[in-house]
Structure formats: C-alpha cells, structure tokens
C-alpha cells in the first residue's frame, strides 16, 4: 500500500515540477529591444569599420586573420536580424492567422 502511494505522490510531484511556466509579459519586449540593439551595433561596427579603411588596410584584408570583425559583426547582425523578423511574424501570426503572416513577410521583402 505504502508503495503504491509513494509512486501517486510522486507522479503528482513530478506533474507538478513539469508543468509549464508562462513567461512574463515584458519579457518579449526585452528581447525584442536587445536584439535592436545587437542589430544596431553591427550595422554601426561595420560601417565604421568600412568608412575607416586606409589603402593598405584594403590590402591587408587579403590576410584572412583581418576578417574576424567584419564576419562577426556581419553574423551578430544577421541572427539578431532575422530573430526580429522572426518574432514579428510569430506576433502577427497570433493575431491574424497564417495567410496574414506570409503576406506581410511578402510585403516587407518587396519594400
């Protein structure tokens, strides 16, 4: 008896430890804002690093050792990016259904 109350208990214990967590509200706004802000320093760590670049830095750059924060920068940039897009389609998609969210992935890639 006492057995099968233990293994109750414990399933009741571990459906409980197991259940998901809602995360809270501003949680989304914060990585929305984060990932911003990740975007805006690689677009602004490569344009600087584009604007800054004297004749024999140009040459330089066939060194492939000169390529980590061009290629770093580029690639921060891209994830942050694309997790924005991401999670405003995934916001739309909520809201409006499937259709609505690739028509307005269509719109913004046309410009």
């Known amino acids: 008896m006492s057995e099968r109350f233990e293994s109750e208990d414990l399933e009741r214990l571990l459906a409980d430890a197991l259940r998901p967590i809602e995360p809270p509200e501003r949680l989304g706004g914060r990585v929305e804002a984060t990932l911003s802000k990740?975007?805006?320093a690689a677009a602004s760590e490569l344009s600087?690093?584009?604007d800054e670049l004297s004749e024999?830095?140009?040459q330089s750059l066939r060194?492939?050792?000169n390529w980590v924060r061009p290629v770093a920068a580029a690639a921060v940039g891209g994830v942050a990016g694309t997790a924005l897009v991401l999670m405003s389609v995934r916001r739309r998609r909520r809201?409006?259904?499937f259709r609505a969210?690739?028509?307005e992935i269509r719109r913004s890639?046309?410009?």
């Open 56 to 58: 024999t830095e140009l």
């Open 101 to 103: 969210a690739v028509g």
């Open 109 to 111: 890639i046309d410009f």
């Open 63 to 65: 060194d492939p050792r």
């Open 95 to 97: 809201n409006d259904g």
């Open 48 to 50: 600087w690093w584009a």
């Open 38 to 40: 990740l975007t805006g």
